[in-house]
């Protein structure tokens, strides 16, 4: 009789697959935006912390599509492509200007990848707990990754914090000191 570990006792593999493809959609719309926003910080504090996320949301997507493709799970390409245009589509929101880009988007934007970011994390602690059981998912990469989206949360509430305090004003250390991330 077989492992059932070796070979996943995956219980609903096709509902996996559906969160694994949604888990790929969202990790393809946040490196578009983090490309966007790179733009728009160029020559900035932000530009080098970006460039590193960009990276990093790379190899985090390719870890996802590596672990689908040892579970079986194929990649809907569609649910790619429509966050991608999703993503080029949100642009286009109401910010309070219509020819020149808001101050407010910057904020939106850091809102947006952190709030993502957590997210995200979650995915990873779900592959992570069925790694668990099932060899093969990486419960160790899944492990780092976890530890990888915590430091870049704190980053981005930080940024987030510090993009705040340059539109509104107020003391974004405050924020910091009352903040749990």
Not at 87 to 103: D, T
Request: with cysteine; aromatic share 6%.
């Amino acid at each position: 009789m077989p492992d059932p570990t070796a070979t996943g006792a995956v219980r609903n593999p096709e509902l996996l697959a559906i969160y694994c493809n949604d888990h790929l959609a969202a990790a393809t719309g946040g490196i578009e935006l983090v490309i966007r926003m790179i733009g728009r910080h160029r020559g900035t504090a932000y530009e080098a912390p970006l460039e590193g996320l960009l990276d990093e949301l790379r190899e985090e997507k390719a870890a996802l599509r590596s672990t689908m493709h040892s579970l079986g799970a194929p990649v809907r390409q569609y649910k790619l492509l429509a966050t991608w245009v999703a993503e080029k589509f949100s642009r286009g929101k109401l910010n309070g200007r219509l020819l020149s880009r808001s101050p407010l988007s910057d904020l939106v934007e850091f809102e947006f990848i952190a709030t993502a970011v957590l997210a995200k994390r979650a995915g990873f602690e779900t592959l992570r707990a069925l790694g668990e059981s099932d060899r093969r998912v990486d419960a160790a990469l899944f492990e780092r990754l976890i530890d990888q989206a915590d430091r870049q949360h704190r980053w981005l509430a930080e940024a987030r914090r510090e993009v705040a305090e340059e539109i509104f004003g107020g003391r974004s250390e405050a924020a910091s000191d009352a903040a749990d991330t």
